[in-house]
């Protein structure tokens, strides 16, 4: 039920679709013929905004294609709670660079010279070394328990505990 059926009790009857003759002629039919130009004129302008708009909007959707040796900024999205590259998650910069362009991968894929602090080699998982199921996942196994520490929080005690997997180093 809209608000207007709330209130007085009946649907809303615009001019422009009144069926009955006997309330058409009673507001005239010059009244009927200049309300609908009205919508007319207002649907013509609306369009005339939406194509106005989309030209903005589609000026900056271009396809991007970058070469080799070109110089393009990485974008970054910051993890909440984390601080990344010396900024809390506010201030945090979105694109960190120029880095250049060392070779095409794909369509939208490029191989990036970064720098050694970025390109962290323990993060890397070689192809080779990995035992892949057919759902392309591996198997990390926990091989000792490095630390232990409770961490109080205001009604309890969590418990954490420092792994070292068999994938990864101590560090």
Not at 151 to 165: E, G, H, P, Y
Request: proline fraction near 6%; aromatic fraction near 8%.
């Amino acid at each position: 039920m809209t608000s207007f059926e709330v209130l007085y009790g009946m649907k809303f009857r615009s001019p422009l679709f009144w069926d009955d003759i006997s309330e058409a002629q009673v507001t005239g039919p010059n009244m009927i013929r200049d309300m609908s130009n009205k919508v007319k004129l207002i649907k013509s302008r609306m369009k005339a905004a939406q194509v106005r708009q989309a030209k903005y909007a589609n000026e900056r959707r271009r396809p991007l294609s970058f070469d080799q040796g070109d110089r393009v900024f990485l974008k970054i999205s910051p993890f909440r709670g984390t601080v990344r590259f010396g900024k809390r998650v506010k201030l945090s910069p979105r694109y960190i660079g120029p880095y250049e362009i060392l070779d095409r991968i794909g369509n939208l894929a490029y191989k990036l010279a970064l720098p050694p602090a970025l390109s962290d080699p323990s993060h890397v998982l070689h192809p080779d070394e990995a035992e892949l199921d057919e759902t392309l996942s591996y198997i990390e196994r926990p091989i000792q328990i490095l630390d232990r520490k409770d961490t109080q929080l205001r009604n309890k005690s969590v418990q954490l505990v420092k792994v070292q997997w068999s994938r990864h180093g101590v560090e």
